[in-house]
């Protein structure tokens, strides 16, 4: 069982910054490939970035590339997402993610974390 925790949400004007921090409970953090995904009033839960068990492959929707930066650090089974540039179509509960596989997907998820509120003003 992997209980995740996310923080780091909050309000910015557009242009702004936000580092959001998902802390992992367990002692096998290091197994699981993590995401980071959103939702937003109304539409579905989209994938945003994800990182690989070591930190060497990271992978991000278009929509946040070059924007936002997922990183880990597996001494602390923390992962965070570094979000800079921030937009009003941000505006989203963001969430962590967790899965024993390579495969991370909105479908393909063992475990999420309970969210937190960023709110981009324009």
């Known amino acids: 069982q992997v209980q995740l925790v996310e923080s780091g949400g909050g309000l910015v004007q557009a242009g702004g910054s936000l580092r959001l921090s998902c802390a992992a409970s367990?002692?096998?953090?290091?197994?699981?490939?993590m995401g980071w995904f959103r939702q937003a009033p109304g539409k579905e839960r989209e994938f945003v970035a994800r990182?690989?068990?070591?930190?060497?492959?990271?992978d991000y929707a278009d929509s946040v590339k070059g924007r936002f930066t997922i990183s880990r650090d597996n001494a602390k089974n923390t992962v965070y997402l570094q979000m800079n540039s921030l937009k009003p179509e941000d505006t989203a509960v963001y969430y962590c993610?967790?899965?024993?596989?390579?495969?991370?997907?909105?479908?393909?998820?063992?475990?999420w974390g309970q969210g937190t509120q960023v709110t981009v003003s324009s």
């Open positions: 367990g002692r096998t953090f290091s197994r699981y490939y």
């Open positions: 990182i690989s068990w070591s930190g060497g492959i990271t």
């Open positions: 993610a967790a899965r024993d596989a390579a495969t991370l997907t909105s479908r393909s998820v063992d475990y």
